[in-house]
């Protein structure tokens, strides 16, 4: 993931494809605190790794639990068998409310009943999101909860230290109205102490969110434990109830997760050739509430066929239909209707949605606050939200709330009609659930290429492009052309091949065609940082220096330059790219809206270069490094085919006397102004 404080997503044409889902957030946290509590040892399976997930995970382990990461990628958890290891600790939780909640009624139960005391904390955001509720059952059943800040919020101190008998006979009342979470915490919980007695929850006022007790009530029993329940109002643990590691256990993908890509299929005119959008991991078969996303989505016209563990969806009726729907059993994914709603032939109201204000933000503020950036009329009540989709749609720069499921949702307002492009703010938020959510994304949509924007650094060599170009593209989240590296690819190629690249030999046409042919076969695979030719690691090859001039030498070749333009072409992808070279603004990349043209003496490059070396404890002259640097200059600029200039329009930026953060800048400036969100 990059360290952006935005993302610019292009103008969307088209969508189709194959995604394959992260694990459910909701099962994988419920799974970890349930096999953690467990005698014996848990195999989790497709356990989601995000933000909230890792919180708990660290929680866990300070509570003496033993985790393994199997080389399958398989996390085997060690049960504590409802026994802690540990008797005190403080527990950070981040914004992870299915860690929060479920950890104070097991460690509340377990400092009574054995005599401990945990302090349990968040960021200032999880400090506003009530837990006093779950709070005053506790303290009914004689459990020592102190409020260490406002009362009934987190950060929270439970237990004394001291053993306390707990009052287990009555029934234990819970207010069910404001997040279900304070009953599955509970749910989870209890069981540790219900090897004598039955144990009875009432549930006080209406229960939201039901959906998520089922997949509280499904994953307890397959740890050994079989609530009864009388609707949805009593919810009762047996005597002798208790955890028992199912051995191994798969966690499905994220329903609410899926919803994007569903209301994705929706939204989007399918890619030709490609049968509409295919989710994997999550299907009709799911426990989760969110998957009756699908009757929503239905109801707007999306077409959604699925098997256990798989949907397809198409484009059915276009604009969608505007729907008025009770959200109550969807909480999570309704957003993602919100969104969907703006390409309606009419006005959405979802409706019984009050628990959005108490989520990660208050997420009907929020929703309203973002879809009026597109010119839509929004109307918003405590506990419902009006949208009329815009008659001309604007475009504006979306914050995210620190909330994964804002930056996600309006990443889909990029099929807009007016083919403008979308800001999402602080786009690494999306890694409380779905790190790889945009990639994801980005696989699966097409763009105009004409709509994907790229920036070209084009310089002489040692300029410092490499390392500016890498810096701007991590810095945009765009993708990465060193096309330097393909020529130095194919002198490596060469020599592999047992092709001769001296000067002379090059003159021969025959020889030009043969280099070629195998510059237009290169077999080069890069993952990250690193570049496989024909399955070899070569990075390190590709940097010496000698590479370097033979990569001088056959640039020069038309055939090989002509070979490789397809291959440079291709890196024009979503969301964007930067790409650097020589030629990438005058030939490669002529409509690049931004040029930037390296300038720096050769003195100063050759100076560069010869720290660089030295650093890496390469032996190095400085005298004979300034007059390879002048000789390749030369080469460079005065062949024929594409020789190194700066194209008409680049920008030139002399950074002899600046460093790289200050070029960085520099660059980052130049691009804000070409685009549409210059004034935000
Ligand atoms: O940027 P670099 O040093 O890795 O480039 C190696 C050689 O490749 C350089 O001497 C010139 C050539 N080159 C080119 O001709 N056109 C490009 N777009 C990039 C590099």
């Known amino acids: 993931m990059f360290s952006i404080d935005h993302l610019d997503i292009p103008p969307l044409a088209t969508a189709g494809g194959t995604v394959q889902l992260p694990g459910s957030k909701s099962i994988s946290n419920r799974v970890l605190l349930l096999a953690a509590l467990s005698v014996g040892h848990t195999d989790i399976v497709d356990l989601l790794d995000s933000d909230d997930t890792q919180v708990m995970l660290t929680a866990l382990a300070q509570l003496g639990c ?60 999880m400090h506003e999101r009530p837990i006093g509720d779950l709070v005053d059952a506790l303290r009914q059943l004689g459990c020592a909860v102190q409020c260490l800040g406002t009362e009934g919020y987190p950060p929270l101190r439970l237990g004394t230290g001291q053993p306390v008998p707990l009052s287990l006979g009555a029934p234990i009342r819970v207010r069910g109205d404001v997040s279900s979470q304070f009953l599955t915490a509970l749910l989870l919980a209890l069981p540790l102490v219900s090897e004598q007695q039955a144990i ?24 050994g434990v079989r609530v009864q329940r009388e609707g949805w109002q009593r919810f009762t643990i047996p005597a002798g109830s208790r955890y028992t ?24 005119p399918p890619t030709p050739s490609l049968e509409g959008i295919t989710i994997e991991g999550v299907g009709l078969a799911s426990i989760q509430g969110d998957i009756r996303f699908v009757e929503a989505a239905r109801l707007m016209g999306a077409e959604i066929t699925g098997e256990a563990n798989r949907l397809h969806i198409r484009r059915g009726a276009w604009p969608l239909k505007a729907i008025d729907l009770d959200c109550n ?14 390409y309606a032939d009419g006005t959405t109201t979802l409706r019984n949605i009050a628990s959005w204000r108490v989520k990660e933000t208050d997420r009907i503020q929020a929703m309203a606050a973002e879809c009026r950036k597109f010119g839509a009329t929004v109307e918003e009540g405590a506990d419902f939200i009006r949208i009329t989709p815009p008659t001309h749609w604007t475009t504006g720069s979306i914050h995210t709330y620190d909330d994964h499921r804002v930056a996600m949702c309006f990443s889909l307002a990029a099929f807009n009609a007016a083919g403008l492009p979308v800001r999402i703010e ?63 690819l194919v002198g490596l190629a060469a020599g592999k091949a047992g092709l001769s690249t001296t000067l002379e030999d090059l003159q021969d046409p025959e020889q030009a065609q043969r280099l070629g042919d195998v510059a237009a076969g290169l077999q080069v695979r890069f993952t990250g940082s690193h570049i496989l030719l024909e399955g070899v ?74 720290k660089q070396l030295i650093s890496k404890g390469i032996a190095a002259n400085i005298d004979n490094l300034l007059a390879d640097l002048e000789m390749r200059d030369l080469r460079d600029s005065s062949r024929t085919h594409a020789p190194l200039k700066p194209a008409e329009d680049a920008l030139q930026l002399d950074n002899s006397q600046l460093n790289v953060e200050q070029s960085m800048t520099q660059v980052l400036n130049w691009w804000q102004e070409k685009t549409v969100f210059s004034g935000s």
Do not use: W
């Not at 199912?246 to 919803?259: C, K, L």
């Not at 059993?329 to 703006?342: Q, S």
């Open 537 to 610: 690691d070569v990075t390190d090859a590709l940097r010496s220096e000698i590479a370097g001039m033979a990569a001088s030498r056959v640039s020069a070749v038309p055939q090989v330059r002509e070979a490789l333009l397809g291959l440079q072409h291709s890196f024009r992808q979503l969301p964007g790219l930067v790409a650097d070279g020589r030629d990438m603004g005058t030939v490669i990349f002529p409509d690049a809206p931004l040029k930037v043209f390296l300038t720096a003496s050769a003195r100063q490059r050759a100076e560069r270069r010869y």
């Open 66 to 125: 033993q985790i393994e990461k199997r080389p399958d990628g398989v996390l085997r958890v060690e049960g504590l068998g409802g026994q802690l290891r540990v008797s005190e600790g403080q527990l950070f939780l981040g914004n992870a409310g299915t860690a929060m909640r479920p950890l104070t009624a097991a460690l509340a139960l377990l400092a009574a009943r054995d005599g401990g005391c945990f302090e349990l904390s968040g960021i200032a955001r």
């Open 329 to 342: 059993h969807i909480p999570d994914a309704a957003m993602t209707l919100a969104v969907m709603a703006l």
């Open 200 to 223: 009875t929850i009432d549930v006080v006022g209406e229960l939201i969110s039901r959906p998520y007790i089922e997949i509280t009530l499904n994953l307890l029993e397959r740890f």
């Open 245 to 268: 590691s199912p051995g191994r256990i798969p966690v499905e993908g994220d329903a609410s997760s899926a919803s994007y890509f569903i209301a994705l299929g929706a939204i989007a």
């Open 426 to 488: 602080d786009p690494k938020c999306v890694g409380k659930t779905f790190p790889d959510y945009f990639e994801t994304l980005f696989d699966v949509c097409r763009a105009d290429p004409a709509h994907i924007p790229v920036i070209c650094v084009d310089g002489p060599t040692a300029s410092g492009k490499g390392t500016l170009s890498a810096e701007v593209a991590n810095r945009l989240g765009y993708h990465l052309l060193d096309s330097g590296a393909l020529y130095r």
